[in-house]
Nanobody, 121 residues
Framework: VHLVESGGGLVQPGGSLRLSCAAS????????MGWFRQAPGKEREFVGF????????FYANSVKGRFTISRDNAKNTVYLQMNSLKVEDTALYYC???????????????WGQGTQVTVSS
């Protein structure tokens, strides 16, 4: 199983980034895909998830209205569109695959290595 995130980088406050996560080694379309993030010195926190068929998404309050998760099951890829970025969004962003609609880390079986997002002027 492999999950590989990409698309991170340095962006100014108010800017946008789109992260991608390419998956392989499992039946992608049957898995809930989540995004988490971890800032230096802080616990890894839930960002949002999307169901296997894309009919349900759920977001943390801190990103609701600014971030959007989508997926392309034909490409085994999940995306995180981040708009109106804030300094406090700076973190290492991880994608994860699991079998339940959940915001809990332990519900996810597969994890990527993360991609760094830095929001700074």
């Amino acid at each position: 199983v492999h999950l590989v995130e990409s698309g991170g980088g340095l962006v100014q406050p108010g800017g946008s980034l789109r992260l991608s996560c390419a998956a392989s080694g499992f039946t992608f379309s049957t898995y809930v895909m989540g995004w988490f993030r971890q800032a230096p010195g802080k616990e890894r926190e839930f960002v949002g998830f999307i169901s296997g068929s894309s009919d349900y998404t759920f977001y943390a309050n801190s990103v609701k209205g600014r971030f959007t998760i989508s997926r392309d099951n034909a490409k085994n890829t999940v995306y995180l569109q981040m708009n109106s970025l804030k300094v406090e969004d700076t973190a290492l962003y991880y994608c994860a695959g699991g079998g339940r609609l959940s915001s809990v880390r332990s519900s996810y079986d597969y994890w990527g290595q993360g991609t760094q997002v830095t929001v700074s002027s």
